[in-house]
């Protein structure tokens, strides 16, 4: 059974600094690996989709790389700003979704 | 651009009483998707269609959830009778289904508080 982990569960750093969200999973045999963000009771968002044979997507000030022998992936989130503030959730799967239990990102001014 | 519609965004209900949720995917989705997130949690799947077909309800418990795509387009999600450990965020996605193009594209939920 595929299990996801997010670590840490809360993270705080201020404005401006560059920081990594980590995910890592049990089973390398993934198709896609998904990072979403969560804004307090709201939806889903799709920041970036990594398919498995890739290595990593870049959006933006985010990057998401994968390394599925070792069973991690990162988010890269660069010039970090207040508006980031949010849940980020990774999920591996290739239609049903295994998710992880999320980071809680907070920038503070 | 298309997002996936859910209605009610909040729902307060009784122990003992019945509860439905309605999803409306993107236009031209085939797969739909019901996940229930408890507050702290990552969502956890309960159903998933594959048109109007259900390809994978193995965690959702049958003797009070029921879910239906009569159609293949729209869907609802019921439960009853609703207990007090089903207080949770009740989010739908679709996606187009092909195993290639997997993204999914999640609405924003409903907020079910059972009191």
């Known amino acids: 059974k595929q299990e996801v982990t997010q670590i840490p569960a809360a993270l705080s750093v201020p404005e401006g600094e560059n920081l990594v969200l980590n995910c890592s999973f049990t089973d390398s045999a993934i198709y896609n690996l998904q990072w979403f963000r969560q804004d307090p009771g709201k939806g889903l968002t799709s920041l970036l989709l990594i398919q498995s044979s890739q290595r990593e997507q870049t959006s933006g000030r985010l990057n998401a790389s994968l390394d599925k022998s070792s069973g991690r992936s990162t988010l890269y989130i660069a010039a970090s700003q207040p508006g980031d503030s949010a849940t980020y959730l990774c999920a591996v799967g290739a239609q049903k979704l295994v998710f992880g239990q999320g980071t809680r990102l907070t920038i503070n001014p | 651009e298309a997002e996936v519609a859910q209605s009610p965004r909040y729902k307060i209900t009784e122990k003992s009483q019945a509860v439905a949720f309605w999803c409306d995917p993107i236009?031209?989705?085939?797969?739909l998707y019901w996940y229930r997130q408890i507050l702290g949690q990552g969502p956890e799947l309960l159903v998933q269609f594959q048109d109007e077909s259900v390809v994978d309800d193995s965690q959702l418990p049958k003797d009070r959830f029921s879910a239906e795509r009569l159609k293949g387009v729209d869907s609802t999600l019921k439960i009853q009778p609703a207990e007090l450990g089903d207080s949770a965020m009740y989010l739908c996605?679709?996606?187009?289904?092909?195993?290639?193009?997997?993204?999914?594209?999640f609405g924003q939920g409903t907020r079910l508080t059972v009191v």
């Open positions: 236009s031209g989705h085939a797969t």
């Open positions: 996605a679709s996606s187009r289904g092909h195993k290639d193009s997997t993204k999914a594209f």
